[in-house]
């Protein structure tokens, strides 16, 4: 079992910055797949991007490449998501998910993970 928490959202103005955190614990070793998501008001969660804990190979969205970077402190057990040059369209609550694979499947599909956090609300006004 892992128990992920994340923080670090805020409100900000368009064009600002945001760094979120997640924070593992459990059996991480187990999970090394660790996924960002975002959900609007009334969508669905999408992905954001993903990050292999052991390889620290990442994958991106289209719509956050060049933007948004995500990274790990393993030592802390913590995966990070920086966000730069936040749009209003970024407003969402973020969640963070693990899952056993990083290859295979869909990795932006909210349905193969197996572990959430309980979400960070960040807020972009124009």
């Not at 928490?5 to 459990?26: F, H, I, Y």
């Not at 669905?44 to 289209?62: F, L, N, P, Q, S």
């Not at 990083?102 to 807020?123: I, N, R």
Request: aromatic content about 12%.
């Amino acid at each position: 079992e892992v128990h992920l928490a994340e923080s670090g959202g805020d409100s900000v103005q368009a064009g600002g910055s945001l760094r979120l955190s997640c924070v593992a614990s459990g059996d991480t070793g187990s999970y090394p797949a660790m996924a960002w998501f975002r959900q609007a008001p009334g969508q669905g969660r999408e992905g954001v991007a993903i990050i292999h804990t052991d390889a620290g190979v990442t994958t991106y969205a289209d719509f956050v490449k060049g933007r948004f970077t995500v990274s790990q402190d393993n030592a802390k057990n913590t995966v990070y998501l920086e966000m730069n040059s936040l749009k209003p369209d970024d407003t969402g609550m973020y969640y963070c998910a693990a899952r056993r694979f990083f290859y295979g499947g869909t990795w932006s599909d909210s349905l193969e993970y197996d572990y959430w956090g309980q979400g960070t609300q960040v807020t972009v006004s124009t």
